[in-house]
């Protein structure tokens, strides 16, 4: 029992470290990410209130799930990079950027989710047409926060614990497909609506939903699986051990998420 109390005093300690030891412009993207995260729950309440509904392009819970999962993915992301070796001023530019267009996102595609249109793939009027490219460059904007993460993680974290760099890597380039797939379900309902199809864009182009959602999570449930391993007691082998079963497992739960996403469910 002691020994439980003294993990869980340590980690509630660990935990609110990351806040007290962080600097200013951390500290802002953990906020920013609350909020977004706020409003997440905010719609889901929305919807469970008025009974509105879950399905469809128009529906509030695109406003739910973007706030959730960009809410979500900034935190973890603004936690994980900073086990990377990076300058301070590269990360503070990255995630900075990174953290604006969540904000952006989230905001657009909130604002078209209250109006009852369509945030992606619309091109109805001048101000849908705009929405929908801001969307689409702040996709492009994603992915190369992604590739400068990814890679990062993959060249800077060599003093790192073995499990722990572990878990970064594969979480970075997991997060970076999960962008990719972003890319590619926007791309193709773009060109299906250009094409004079926006029917089948609505219906289709989210083909890979769940790979990207399965996928934009790893850089939170890896590097946390590994980062909490730490207050275990375990040695090292062990630790590095459980952390790949761990990415052993997140595989698997990702190729059932291709075969989902191929499947059409």
């Excluded at 980690?11 to 906020?31: D, F, H, N």
């Excluded at 905010?42 to 008025?50: I, Y």
């Excluded at 990814?150 to 060249?155: T, V």
């Excluded at 773009?190 to 029917?199: C, F, H, K, N, Y």
Aim: net charge positive.
């Amino acid at each position: 029992m002691n020994t439980l109390v003294a993990t869980t005093r340590g980690l509630a300690g660990a935990v609110l470290r990351i806040w007290t030891t962080a600097r200013p412009l951390e500290r802002s993207w953990y906020v920013i990410a609350a909020v977004l995260f706020g409003s997440g729950l905010f719609h889901v309440g929305e919807l469970l209130v008025t009974g509105a509904s879950w399905d469809g392009p128009t529906s509030l819970r695109k406003a739910a799930t973007f706030g959730l999962s960009f809410g979500l993915t900034l935190a973890s992301v603004a936690w994980a990079s900073s086990f990377i070796r990076m300058s301070a001023t590269v990360r503070g530019a990255v995630l900075s950027a990174f953290a604006v267009v969540c904000v952006i996102e989230t905001t657009l595609i909130t604002l078209q989710a209250q109006r009852g249109v369509p945030s992606h793939f619309n091109f109805e009027t001048p101000f849908d047409t705009a929405v929908s490219m801001t969307l689409a460059g702040g996709g492009l904007v994603i992915i190369v926060v992604g590739l400068i993460l990814a890679g990062a993680a993959l060249r800077q974290t060599a003093e790192l614990a073995p499990e722990l760099r572990l878990a970064l890597r594969f979480g970075f380039v997991t997060l970076l497909v999960a962008f990719g797939t972003g890319a590619i379900m926007i791309a193709t309902g773009v060109t299906l609506v250009r094409s004079g199809d926006p029917a089948t864009a609505y219906a289709t182009a989210g083909f890979l939903k769940p790979l990207h959602a399965v996928a934009m999570h790893a850089i939170l449930v890896l590097p946390g699986i590994a980062w909490l391993l730490g207050f275990t007691g375990w040695g090292p082998a062990r630790r590095l051990l459980i952390t790949r079963y761990s990415v052993v497992g997140y595989t698997l739960l990702l190729a059932g998420a291709v075969i989902s996403s191929l499947a059409g469910r």
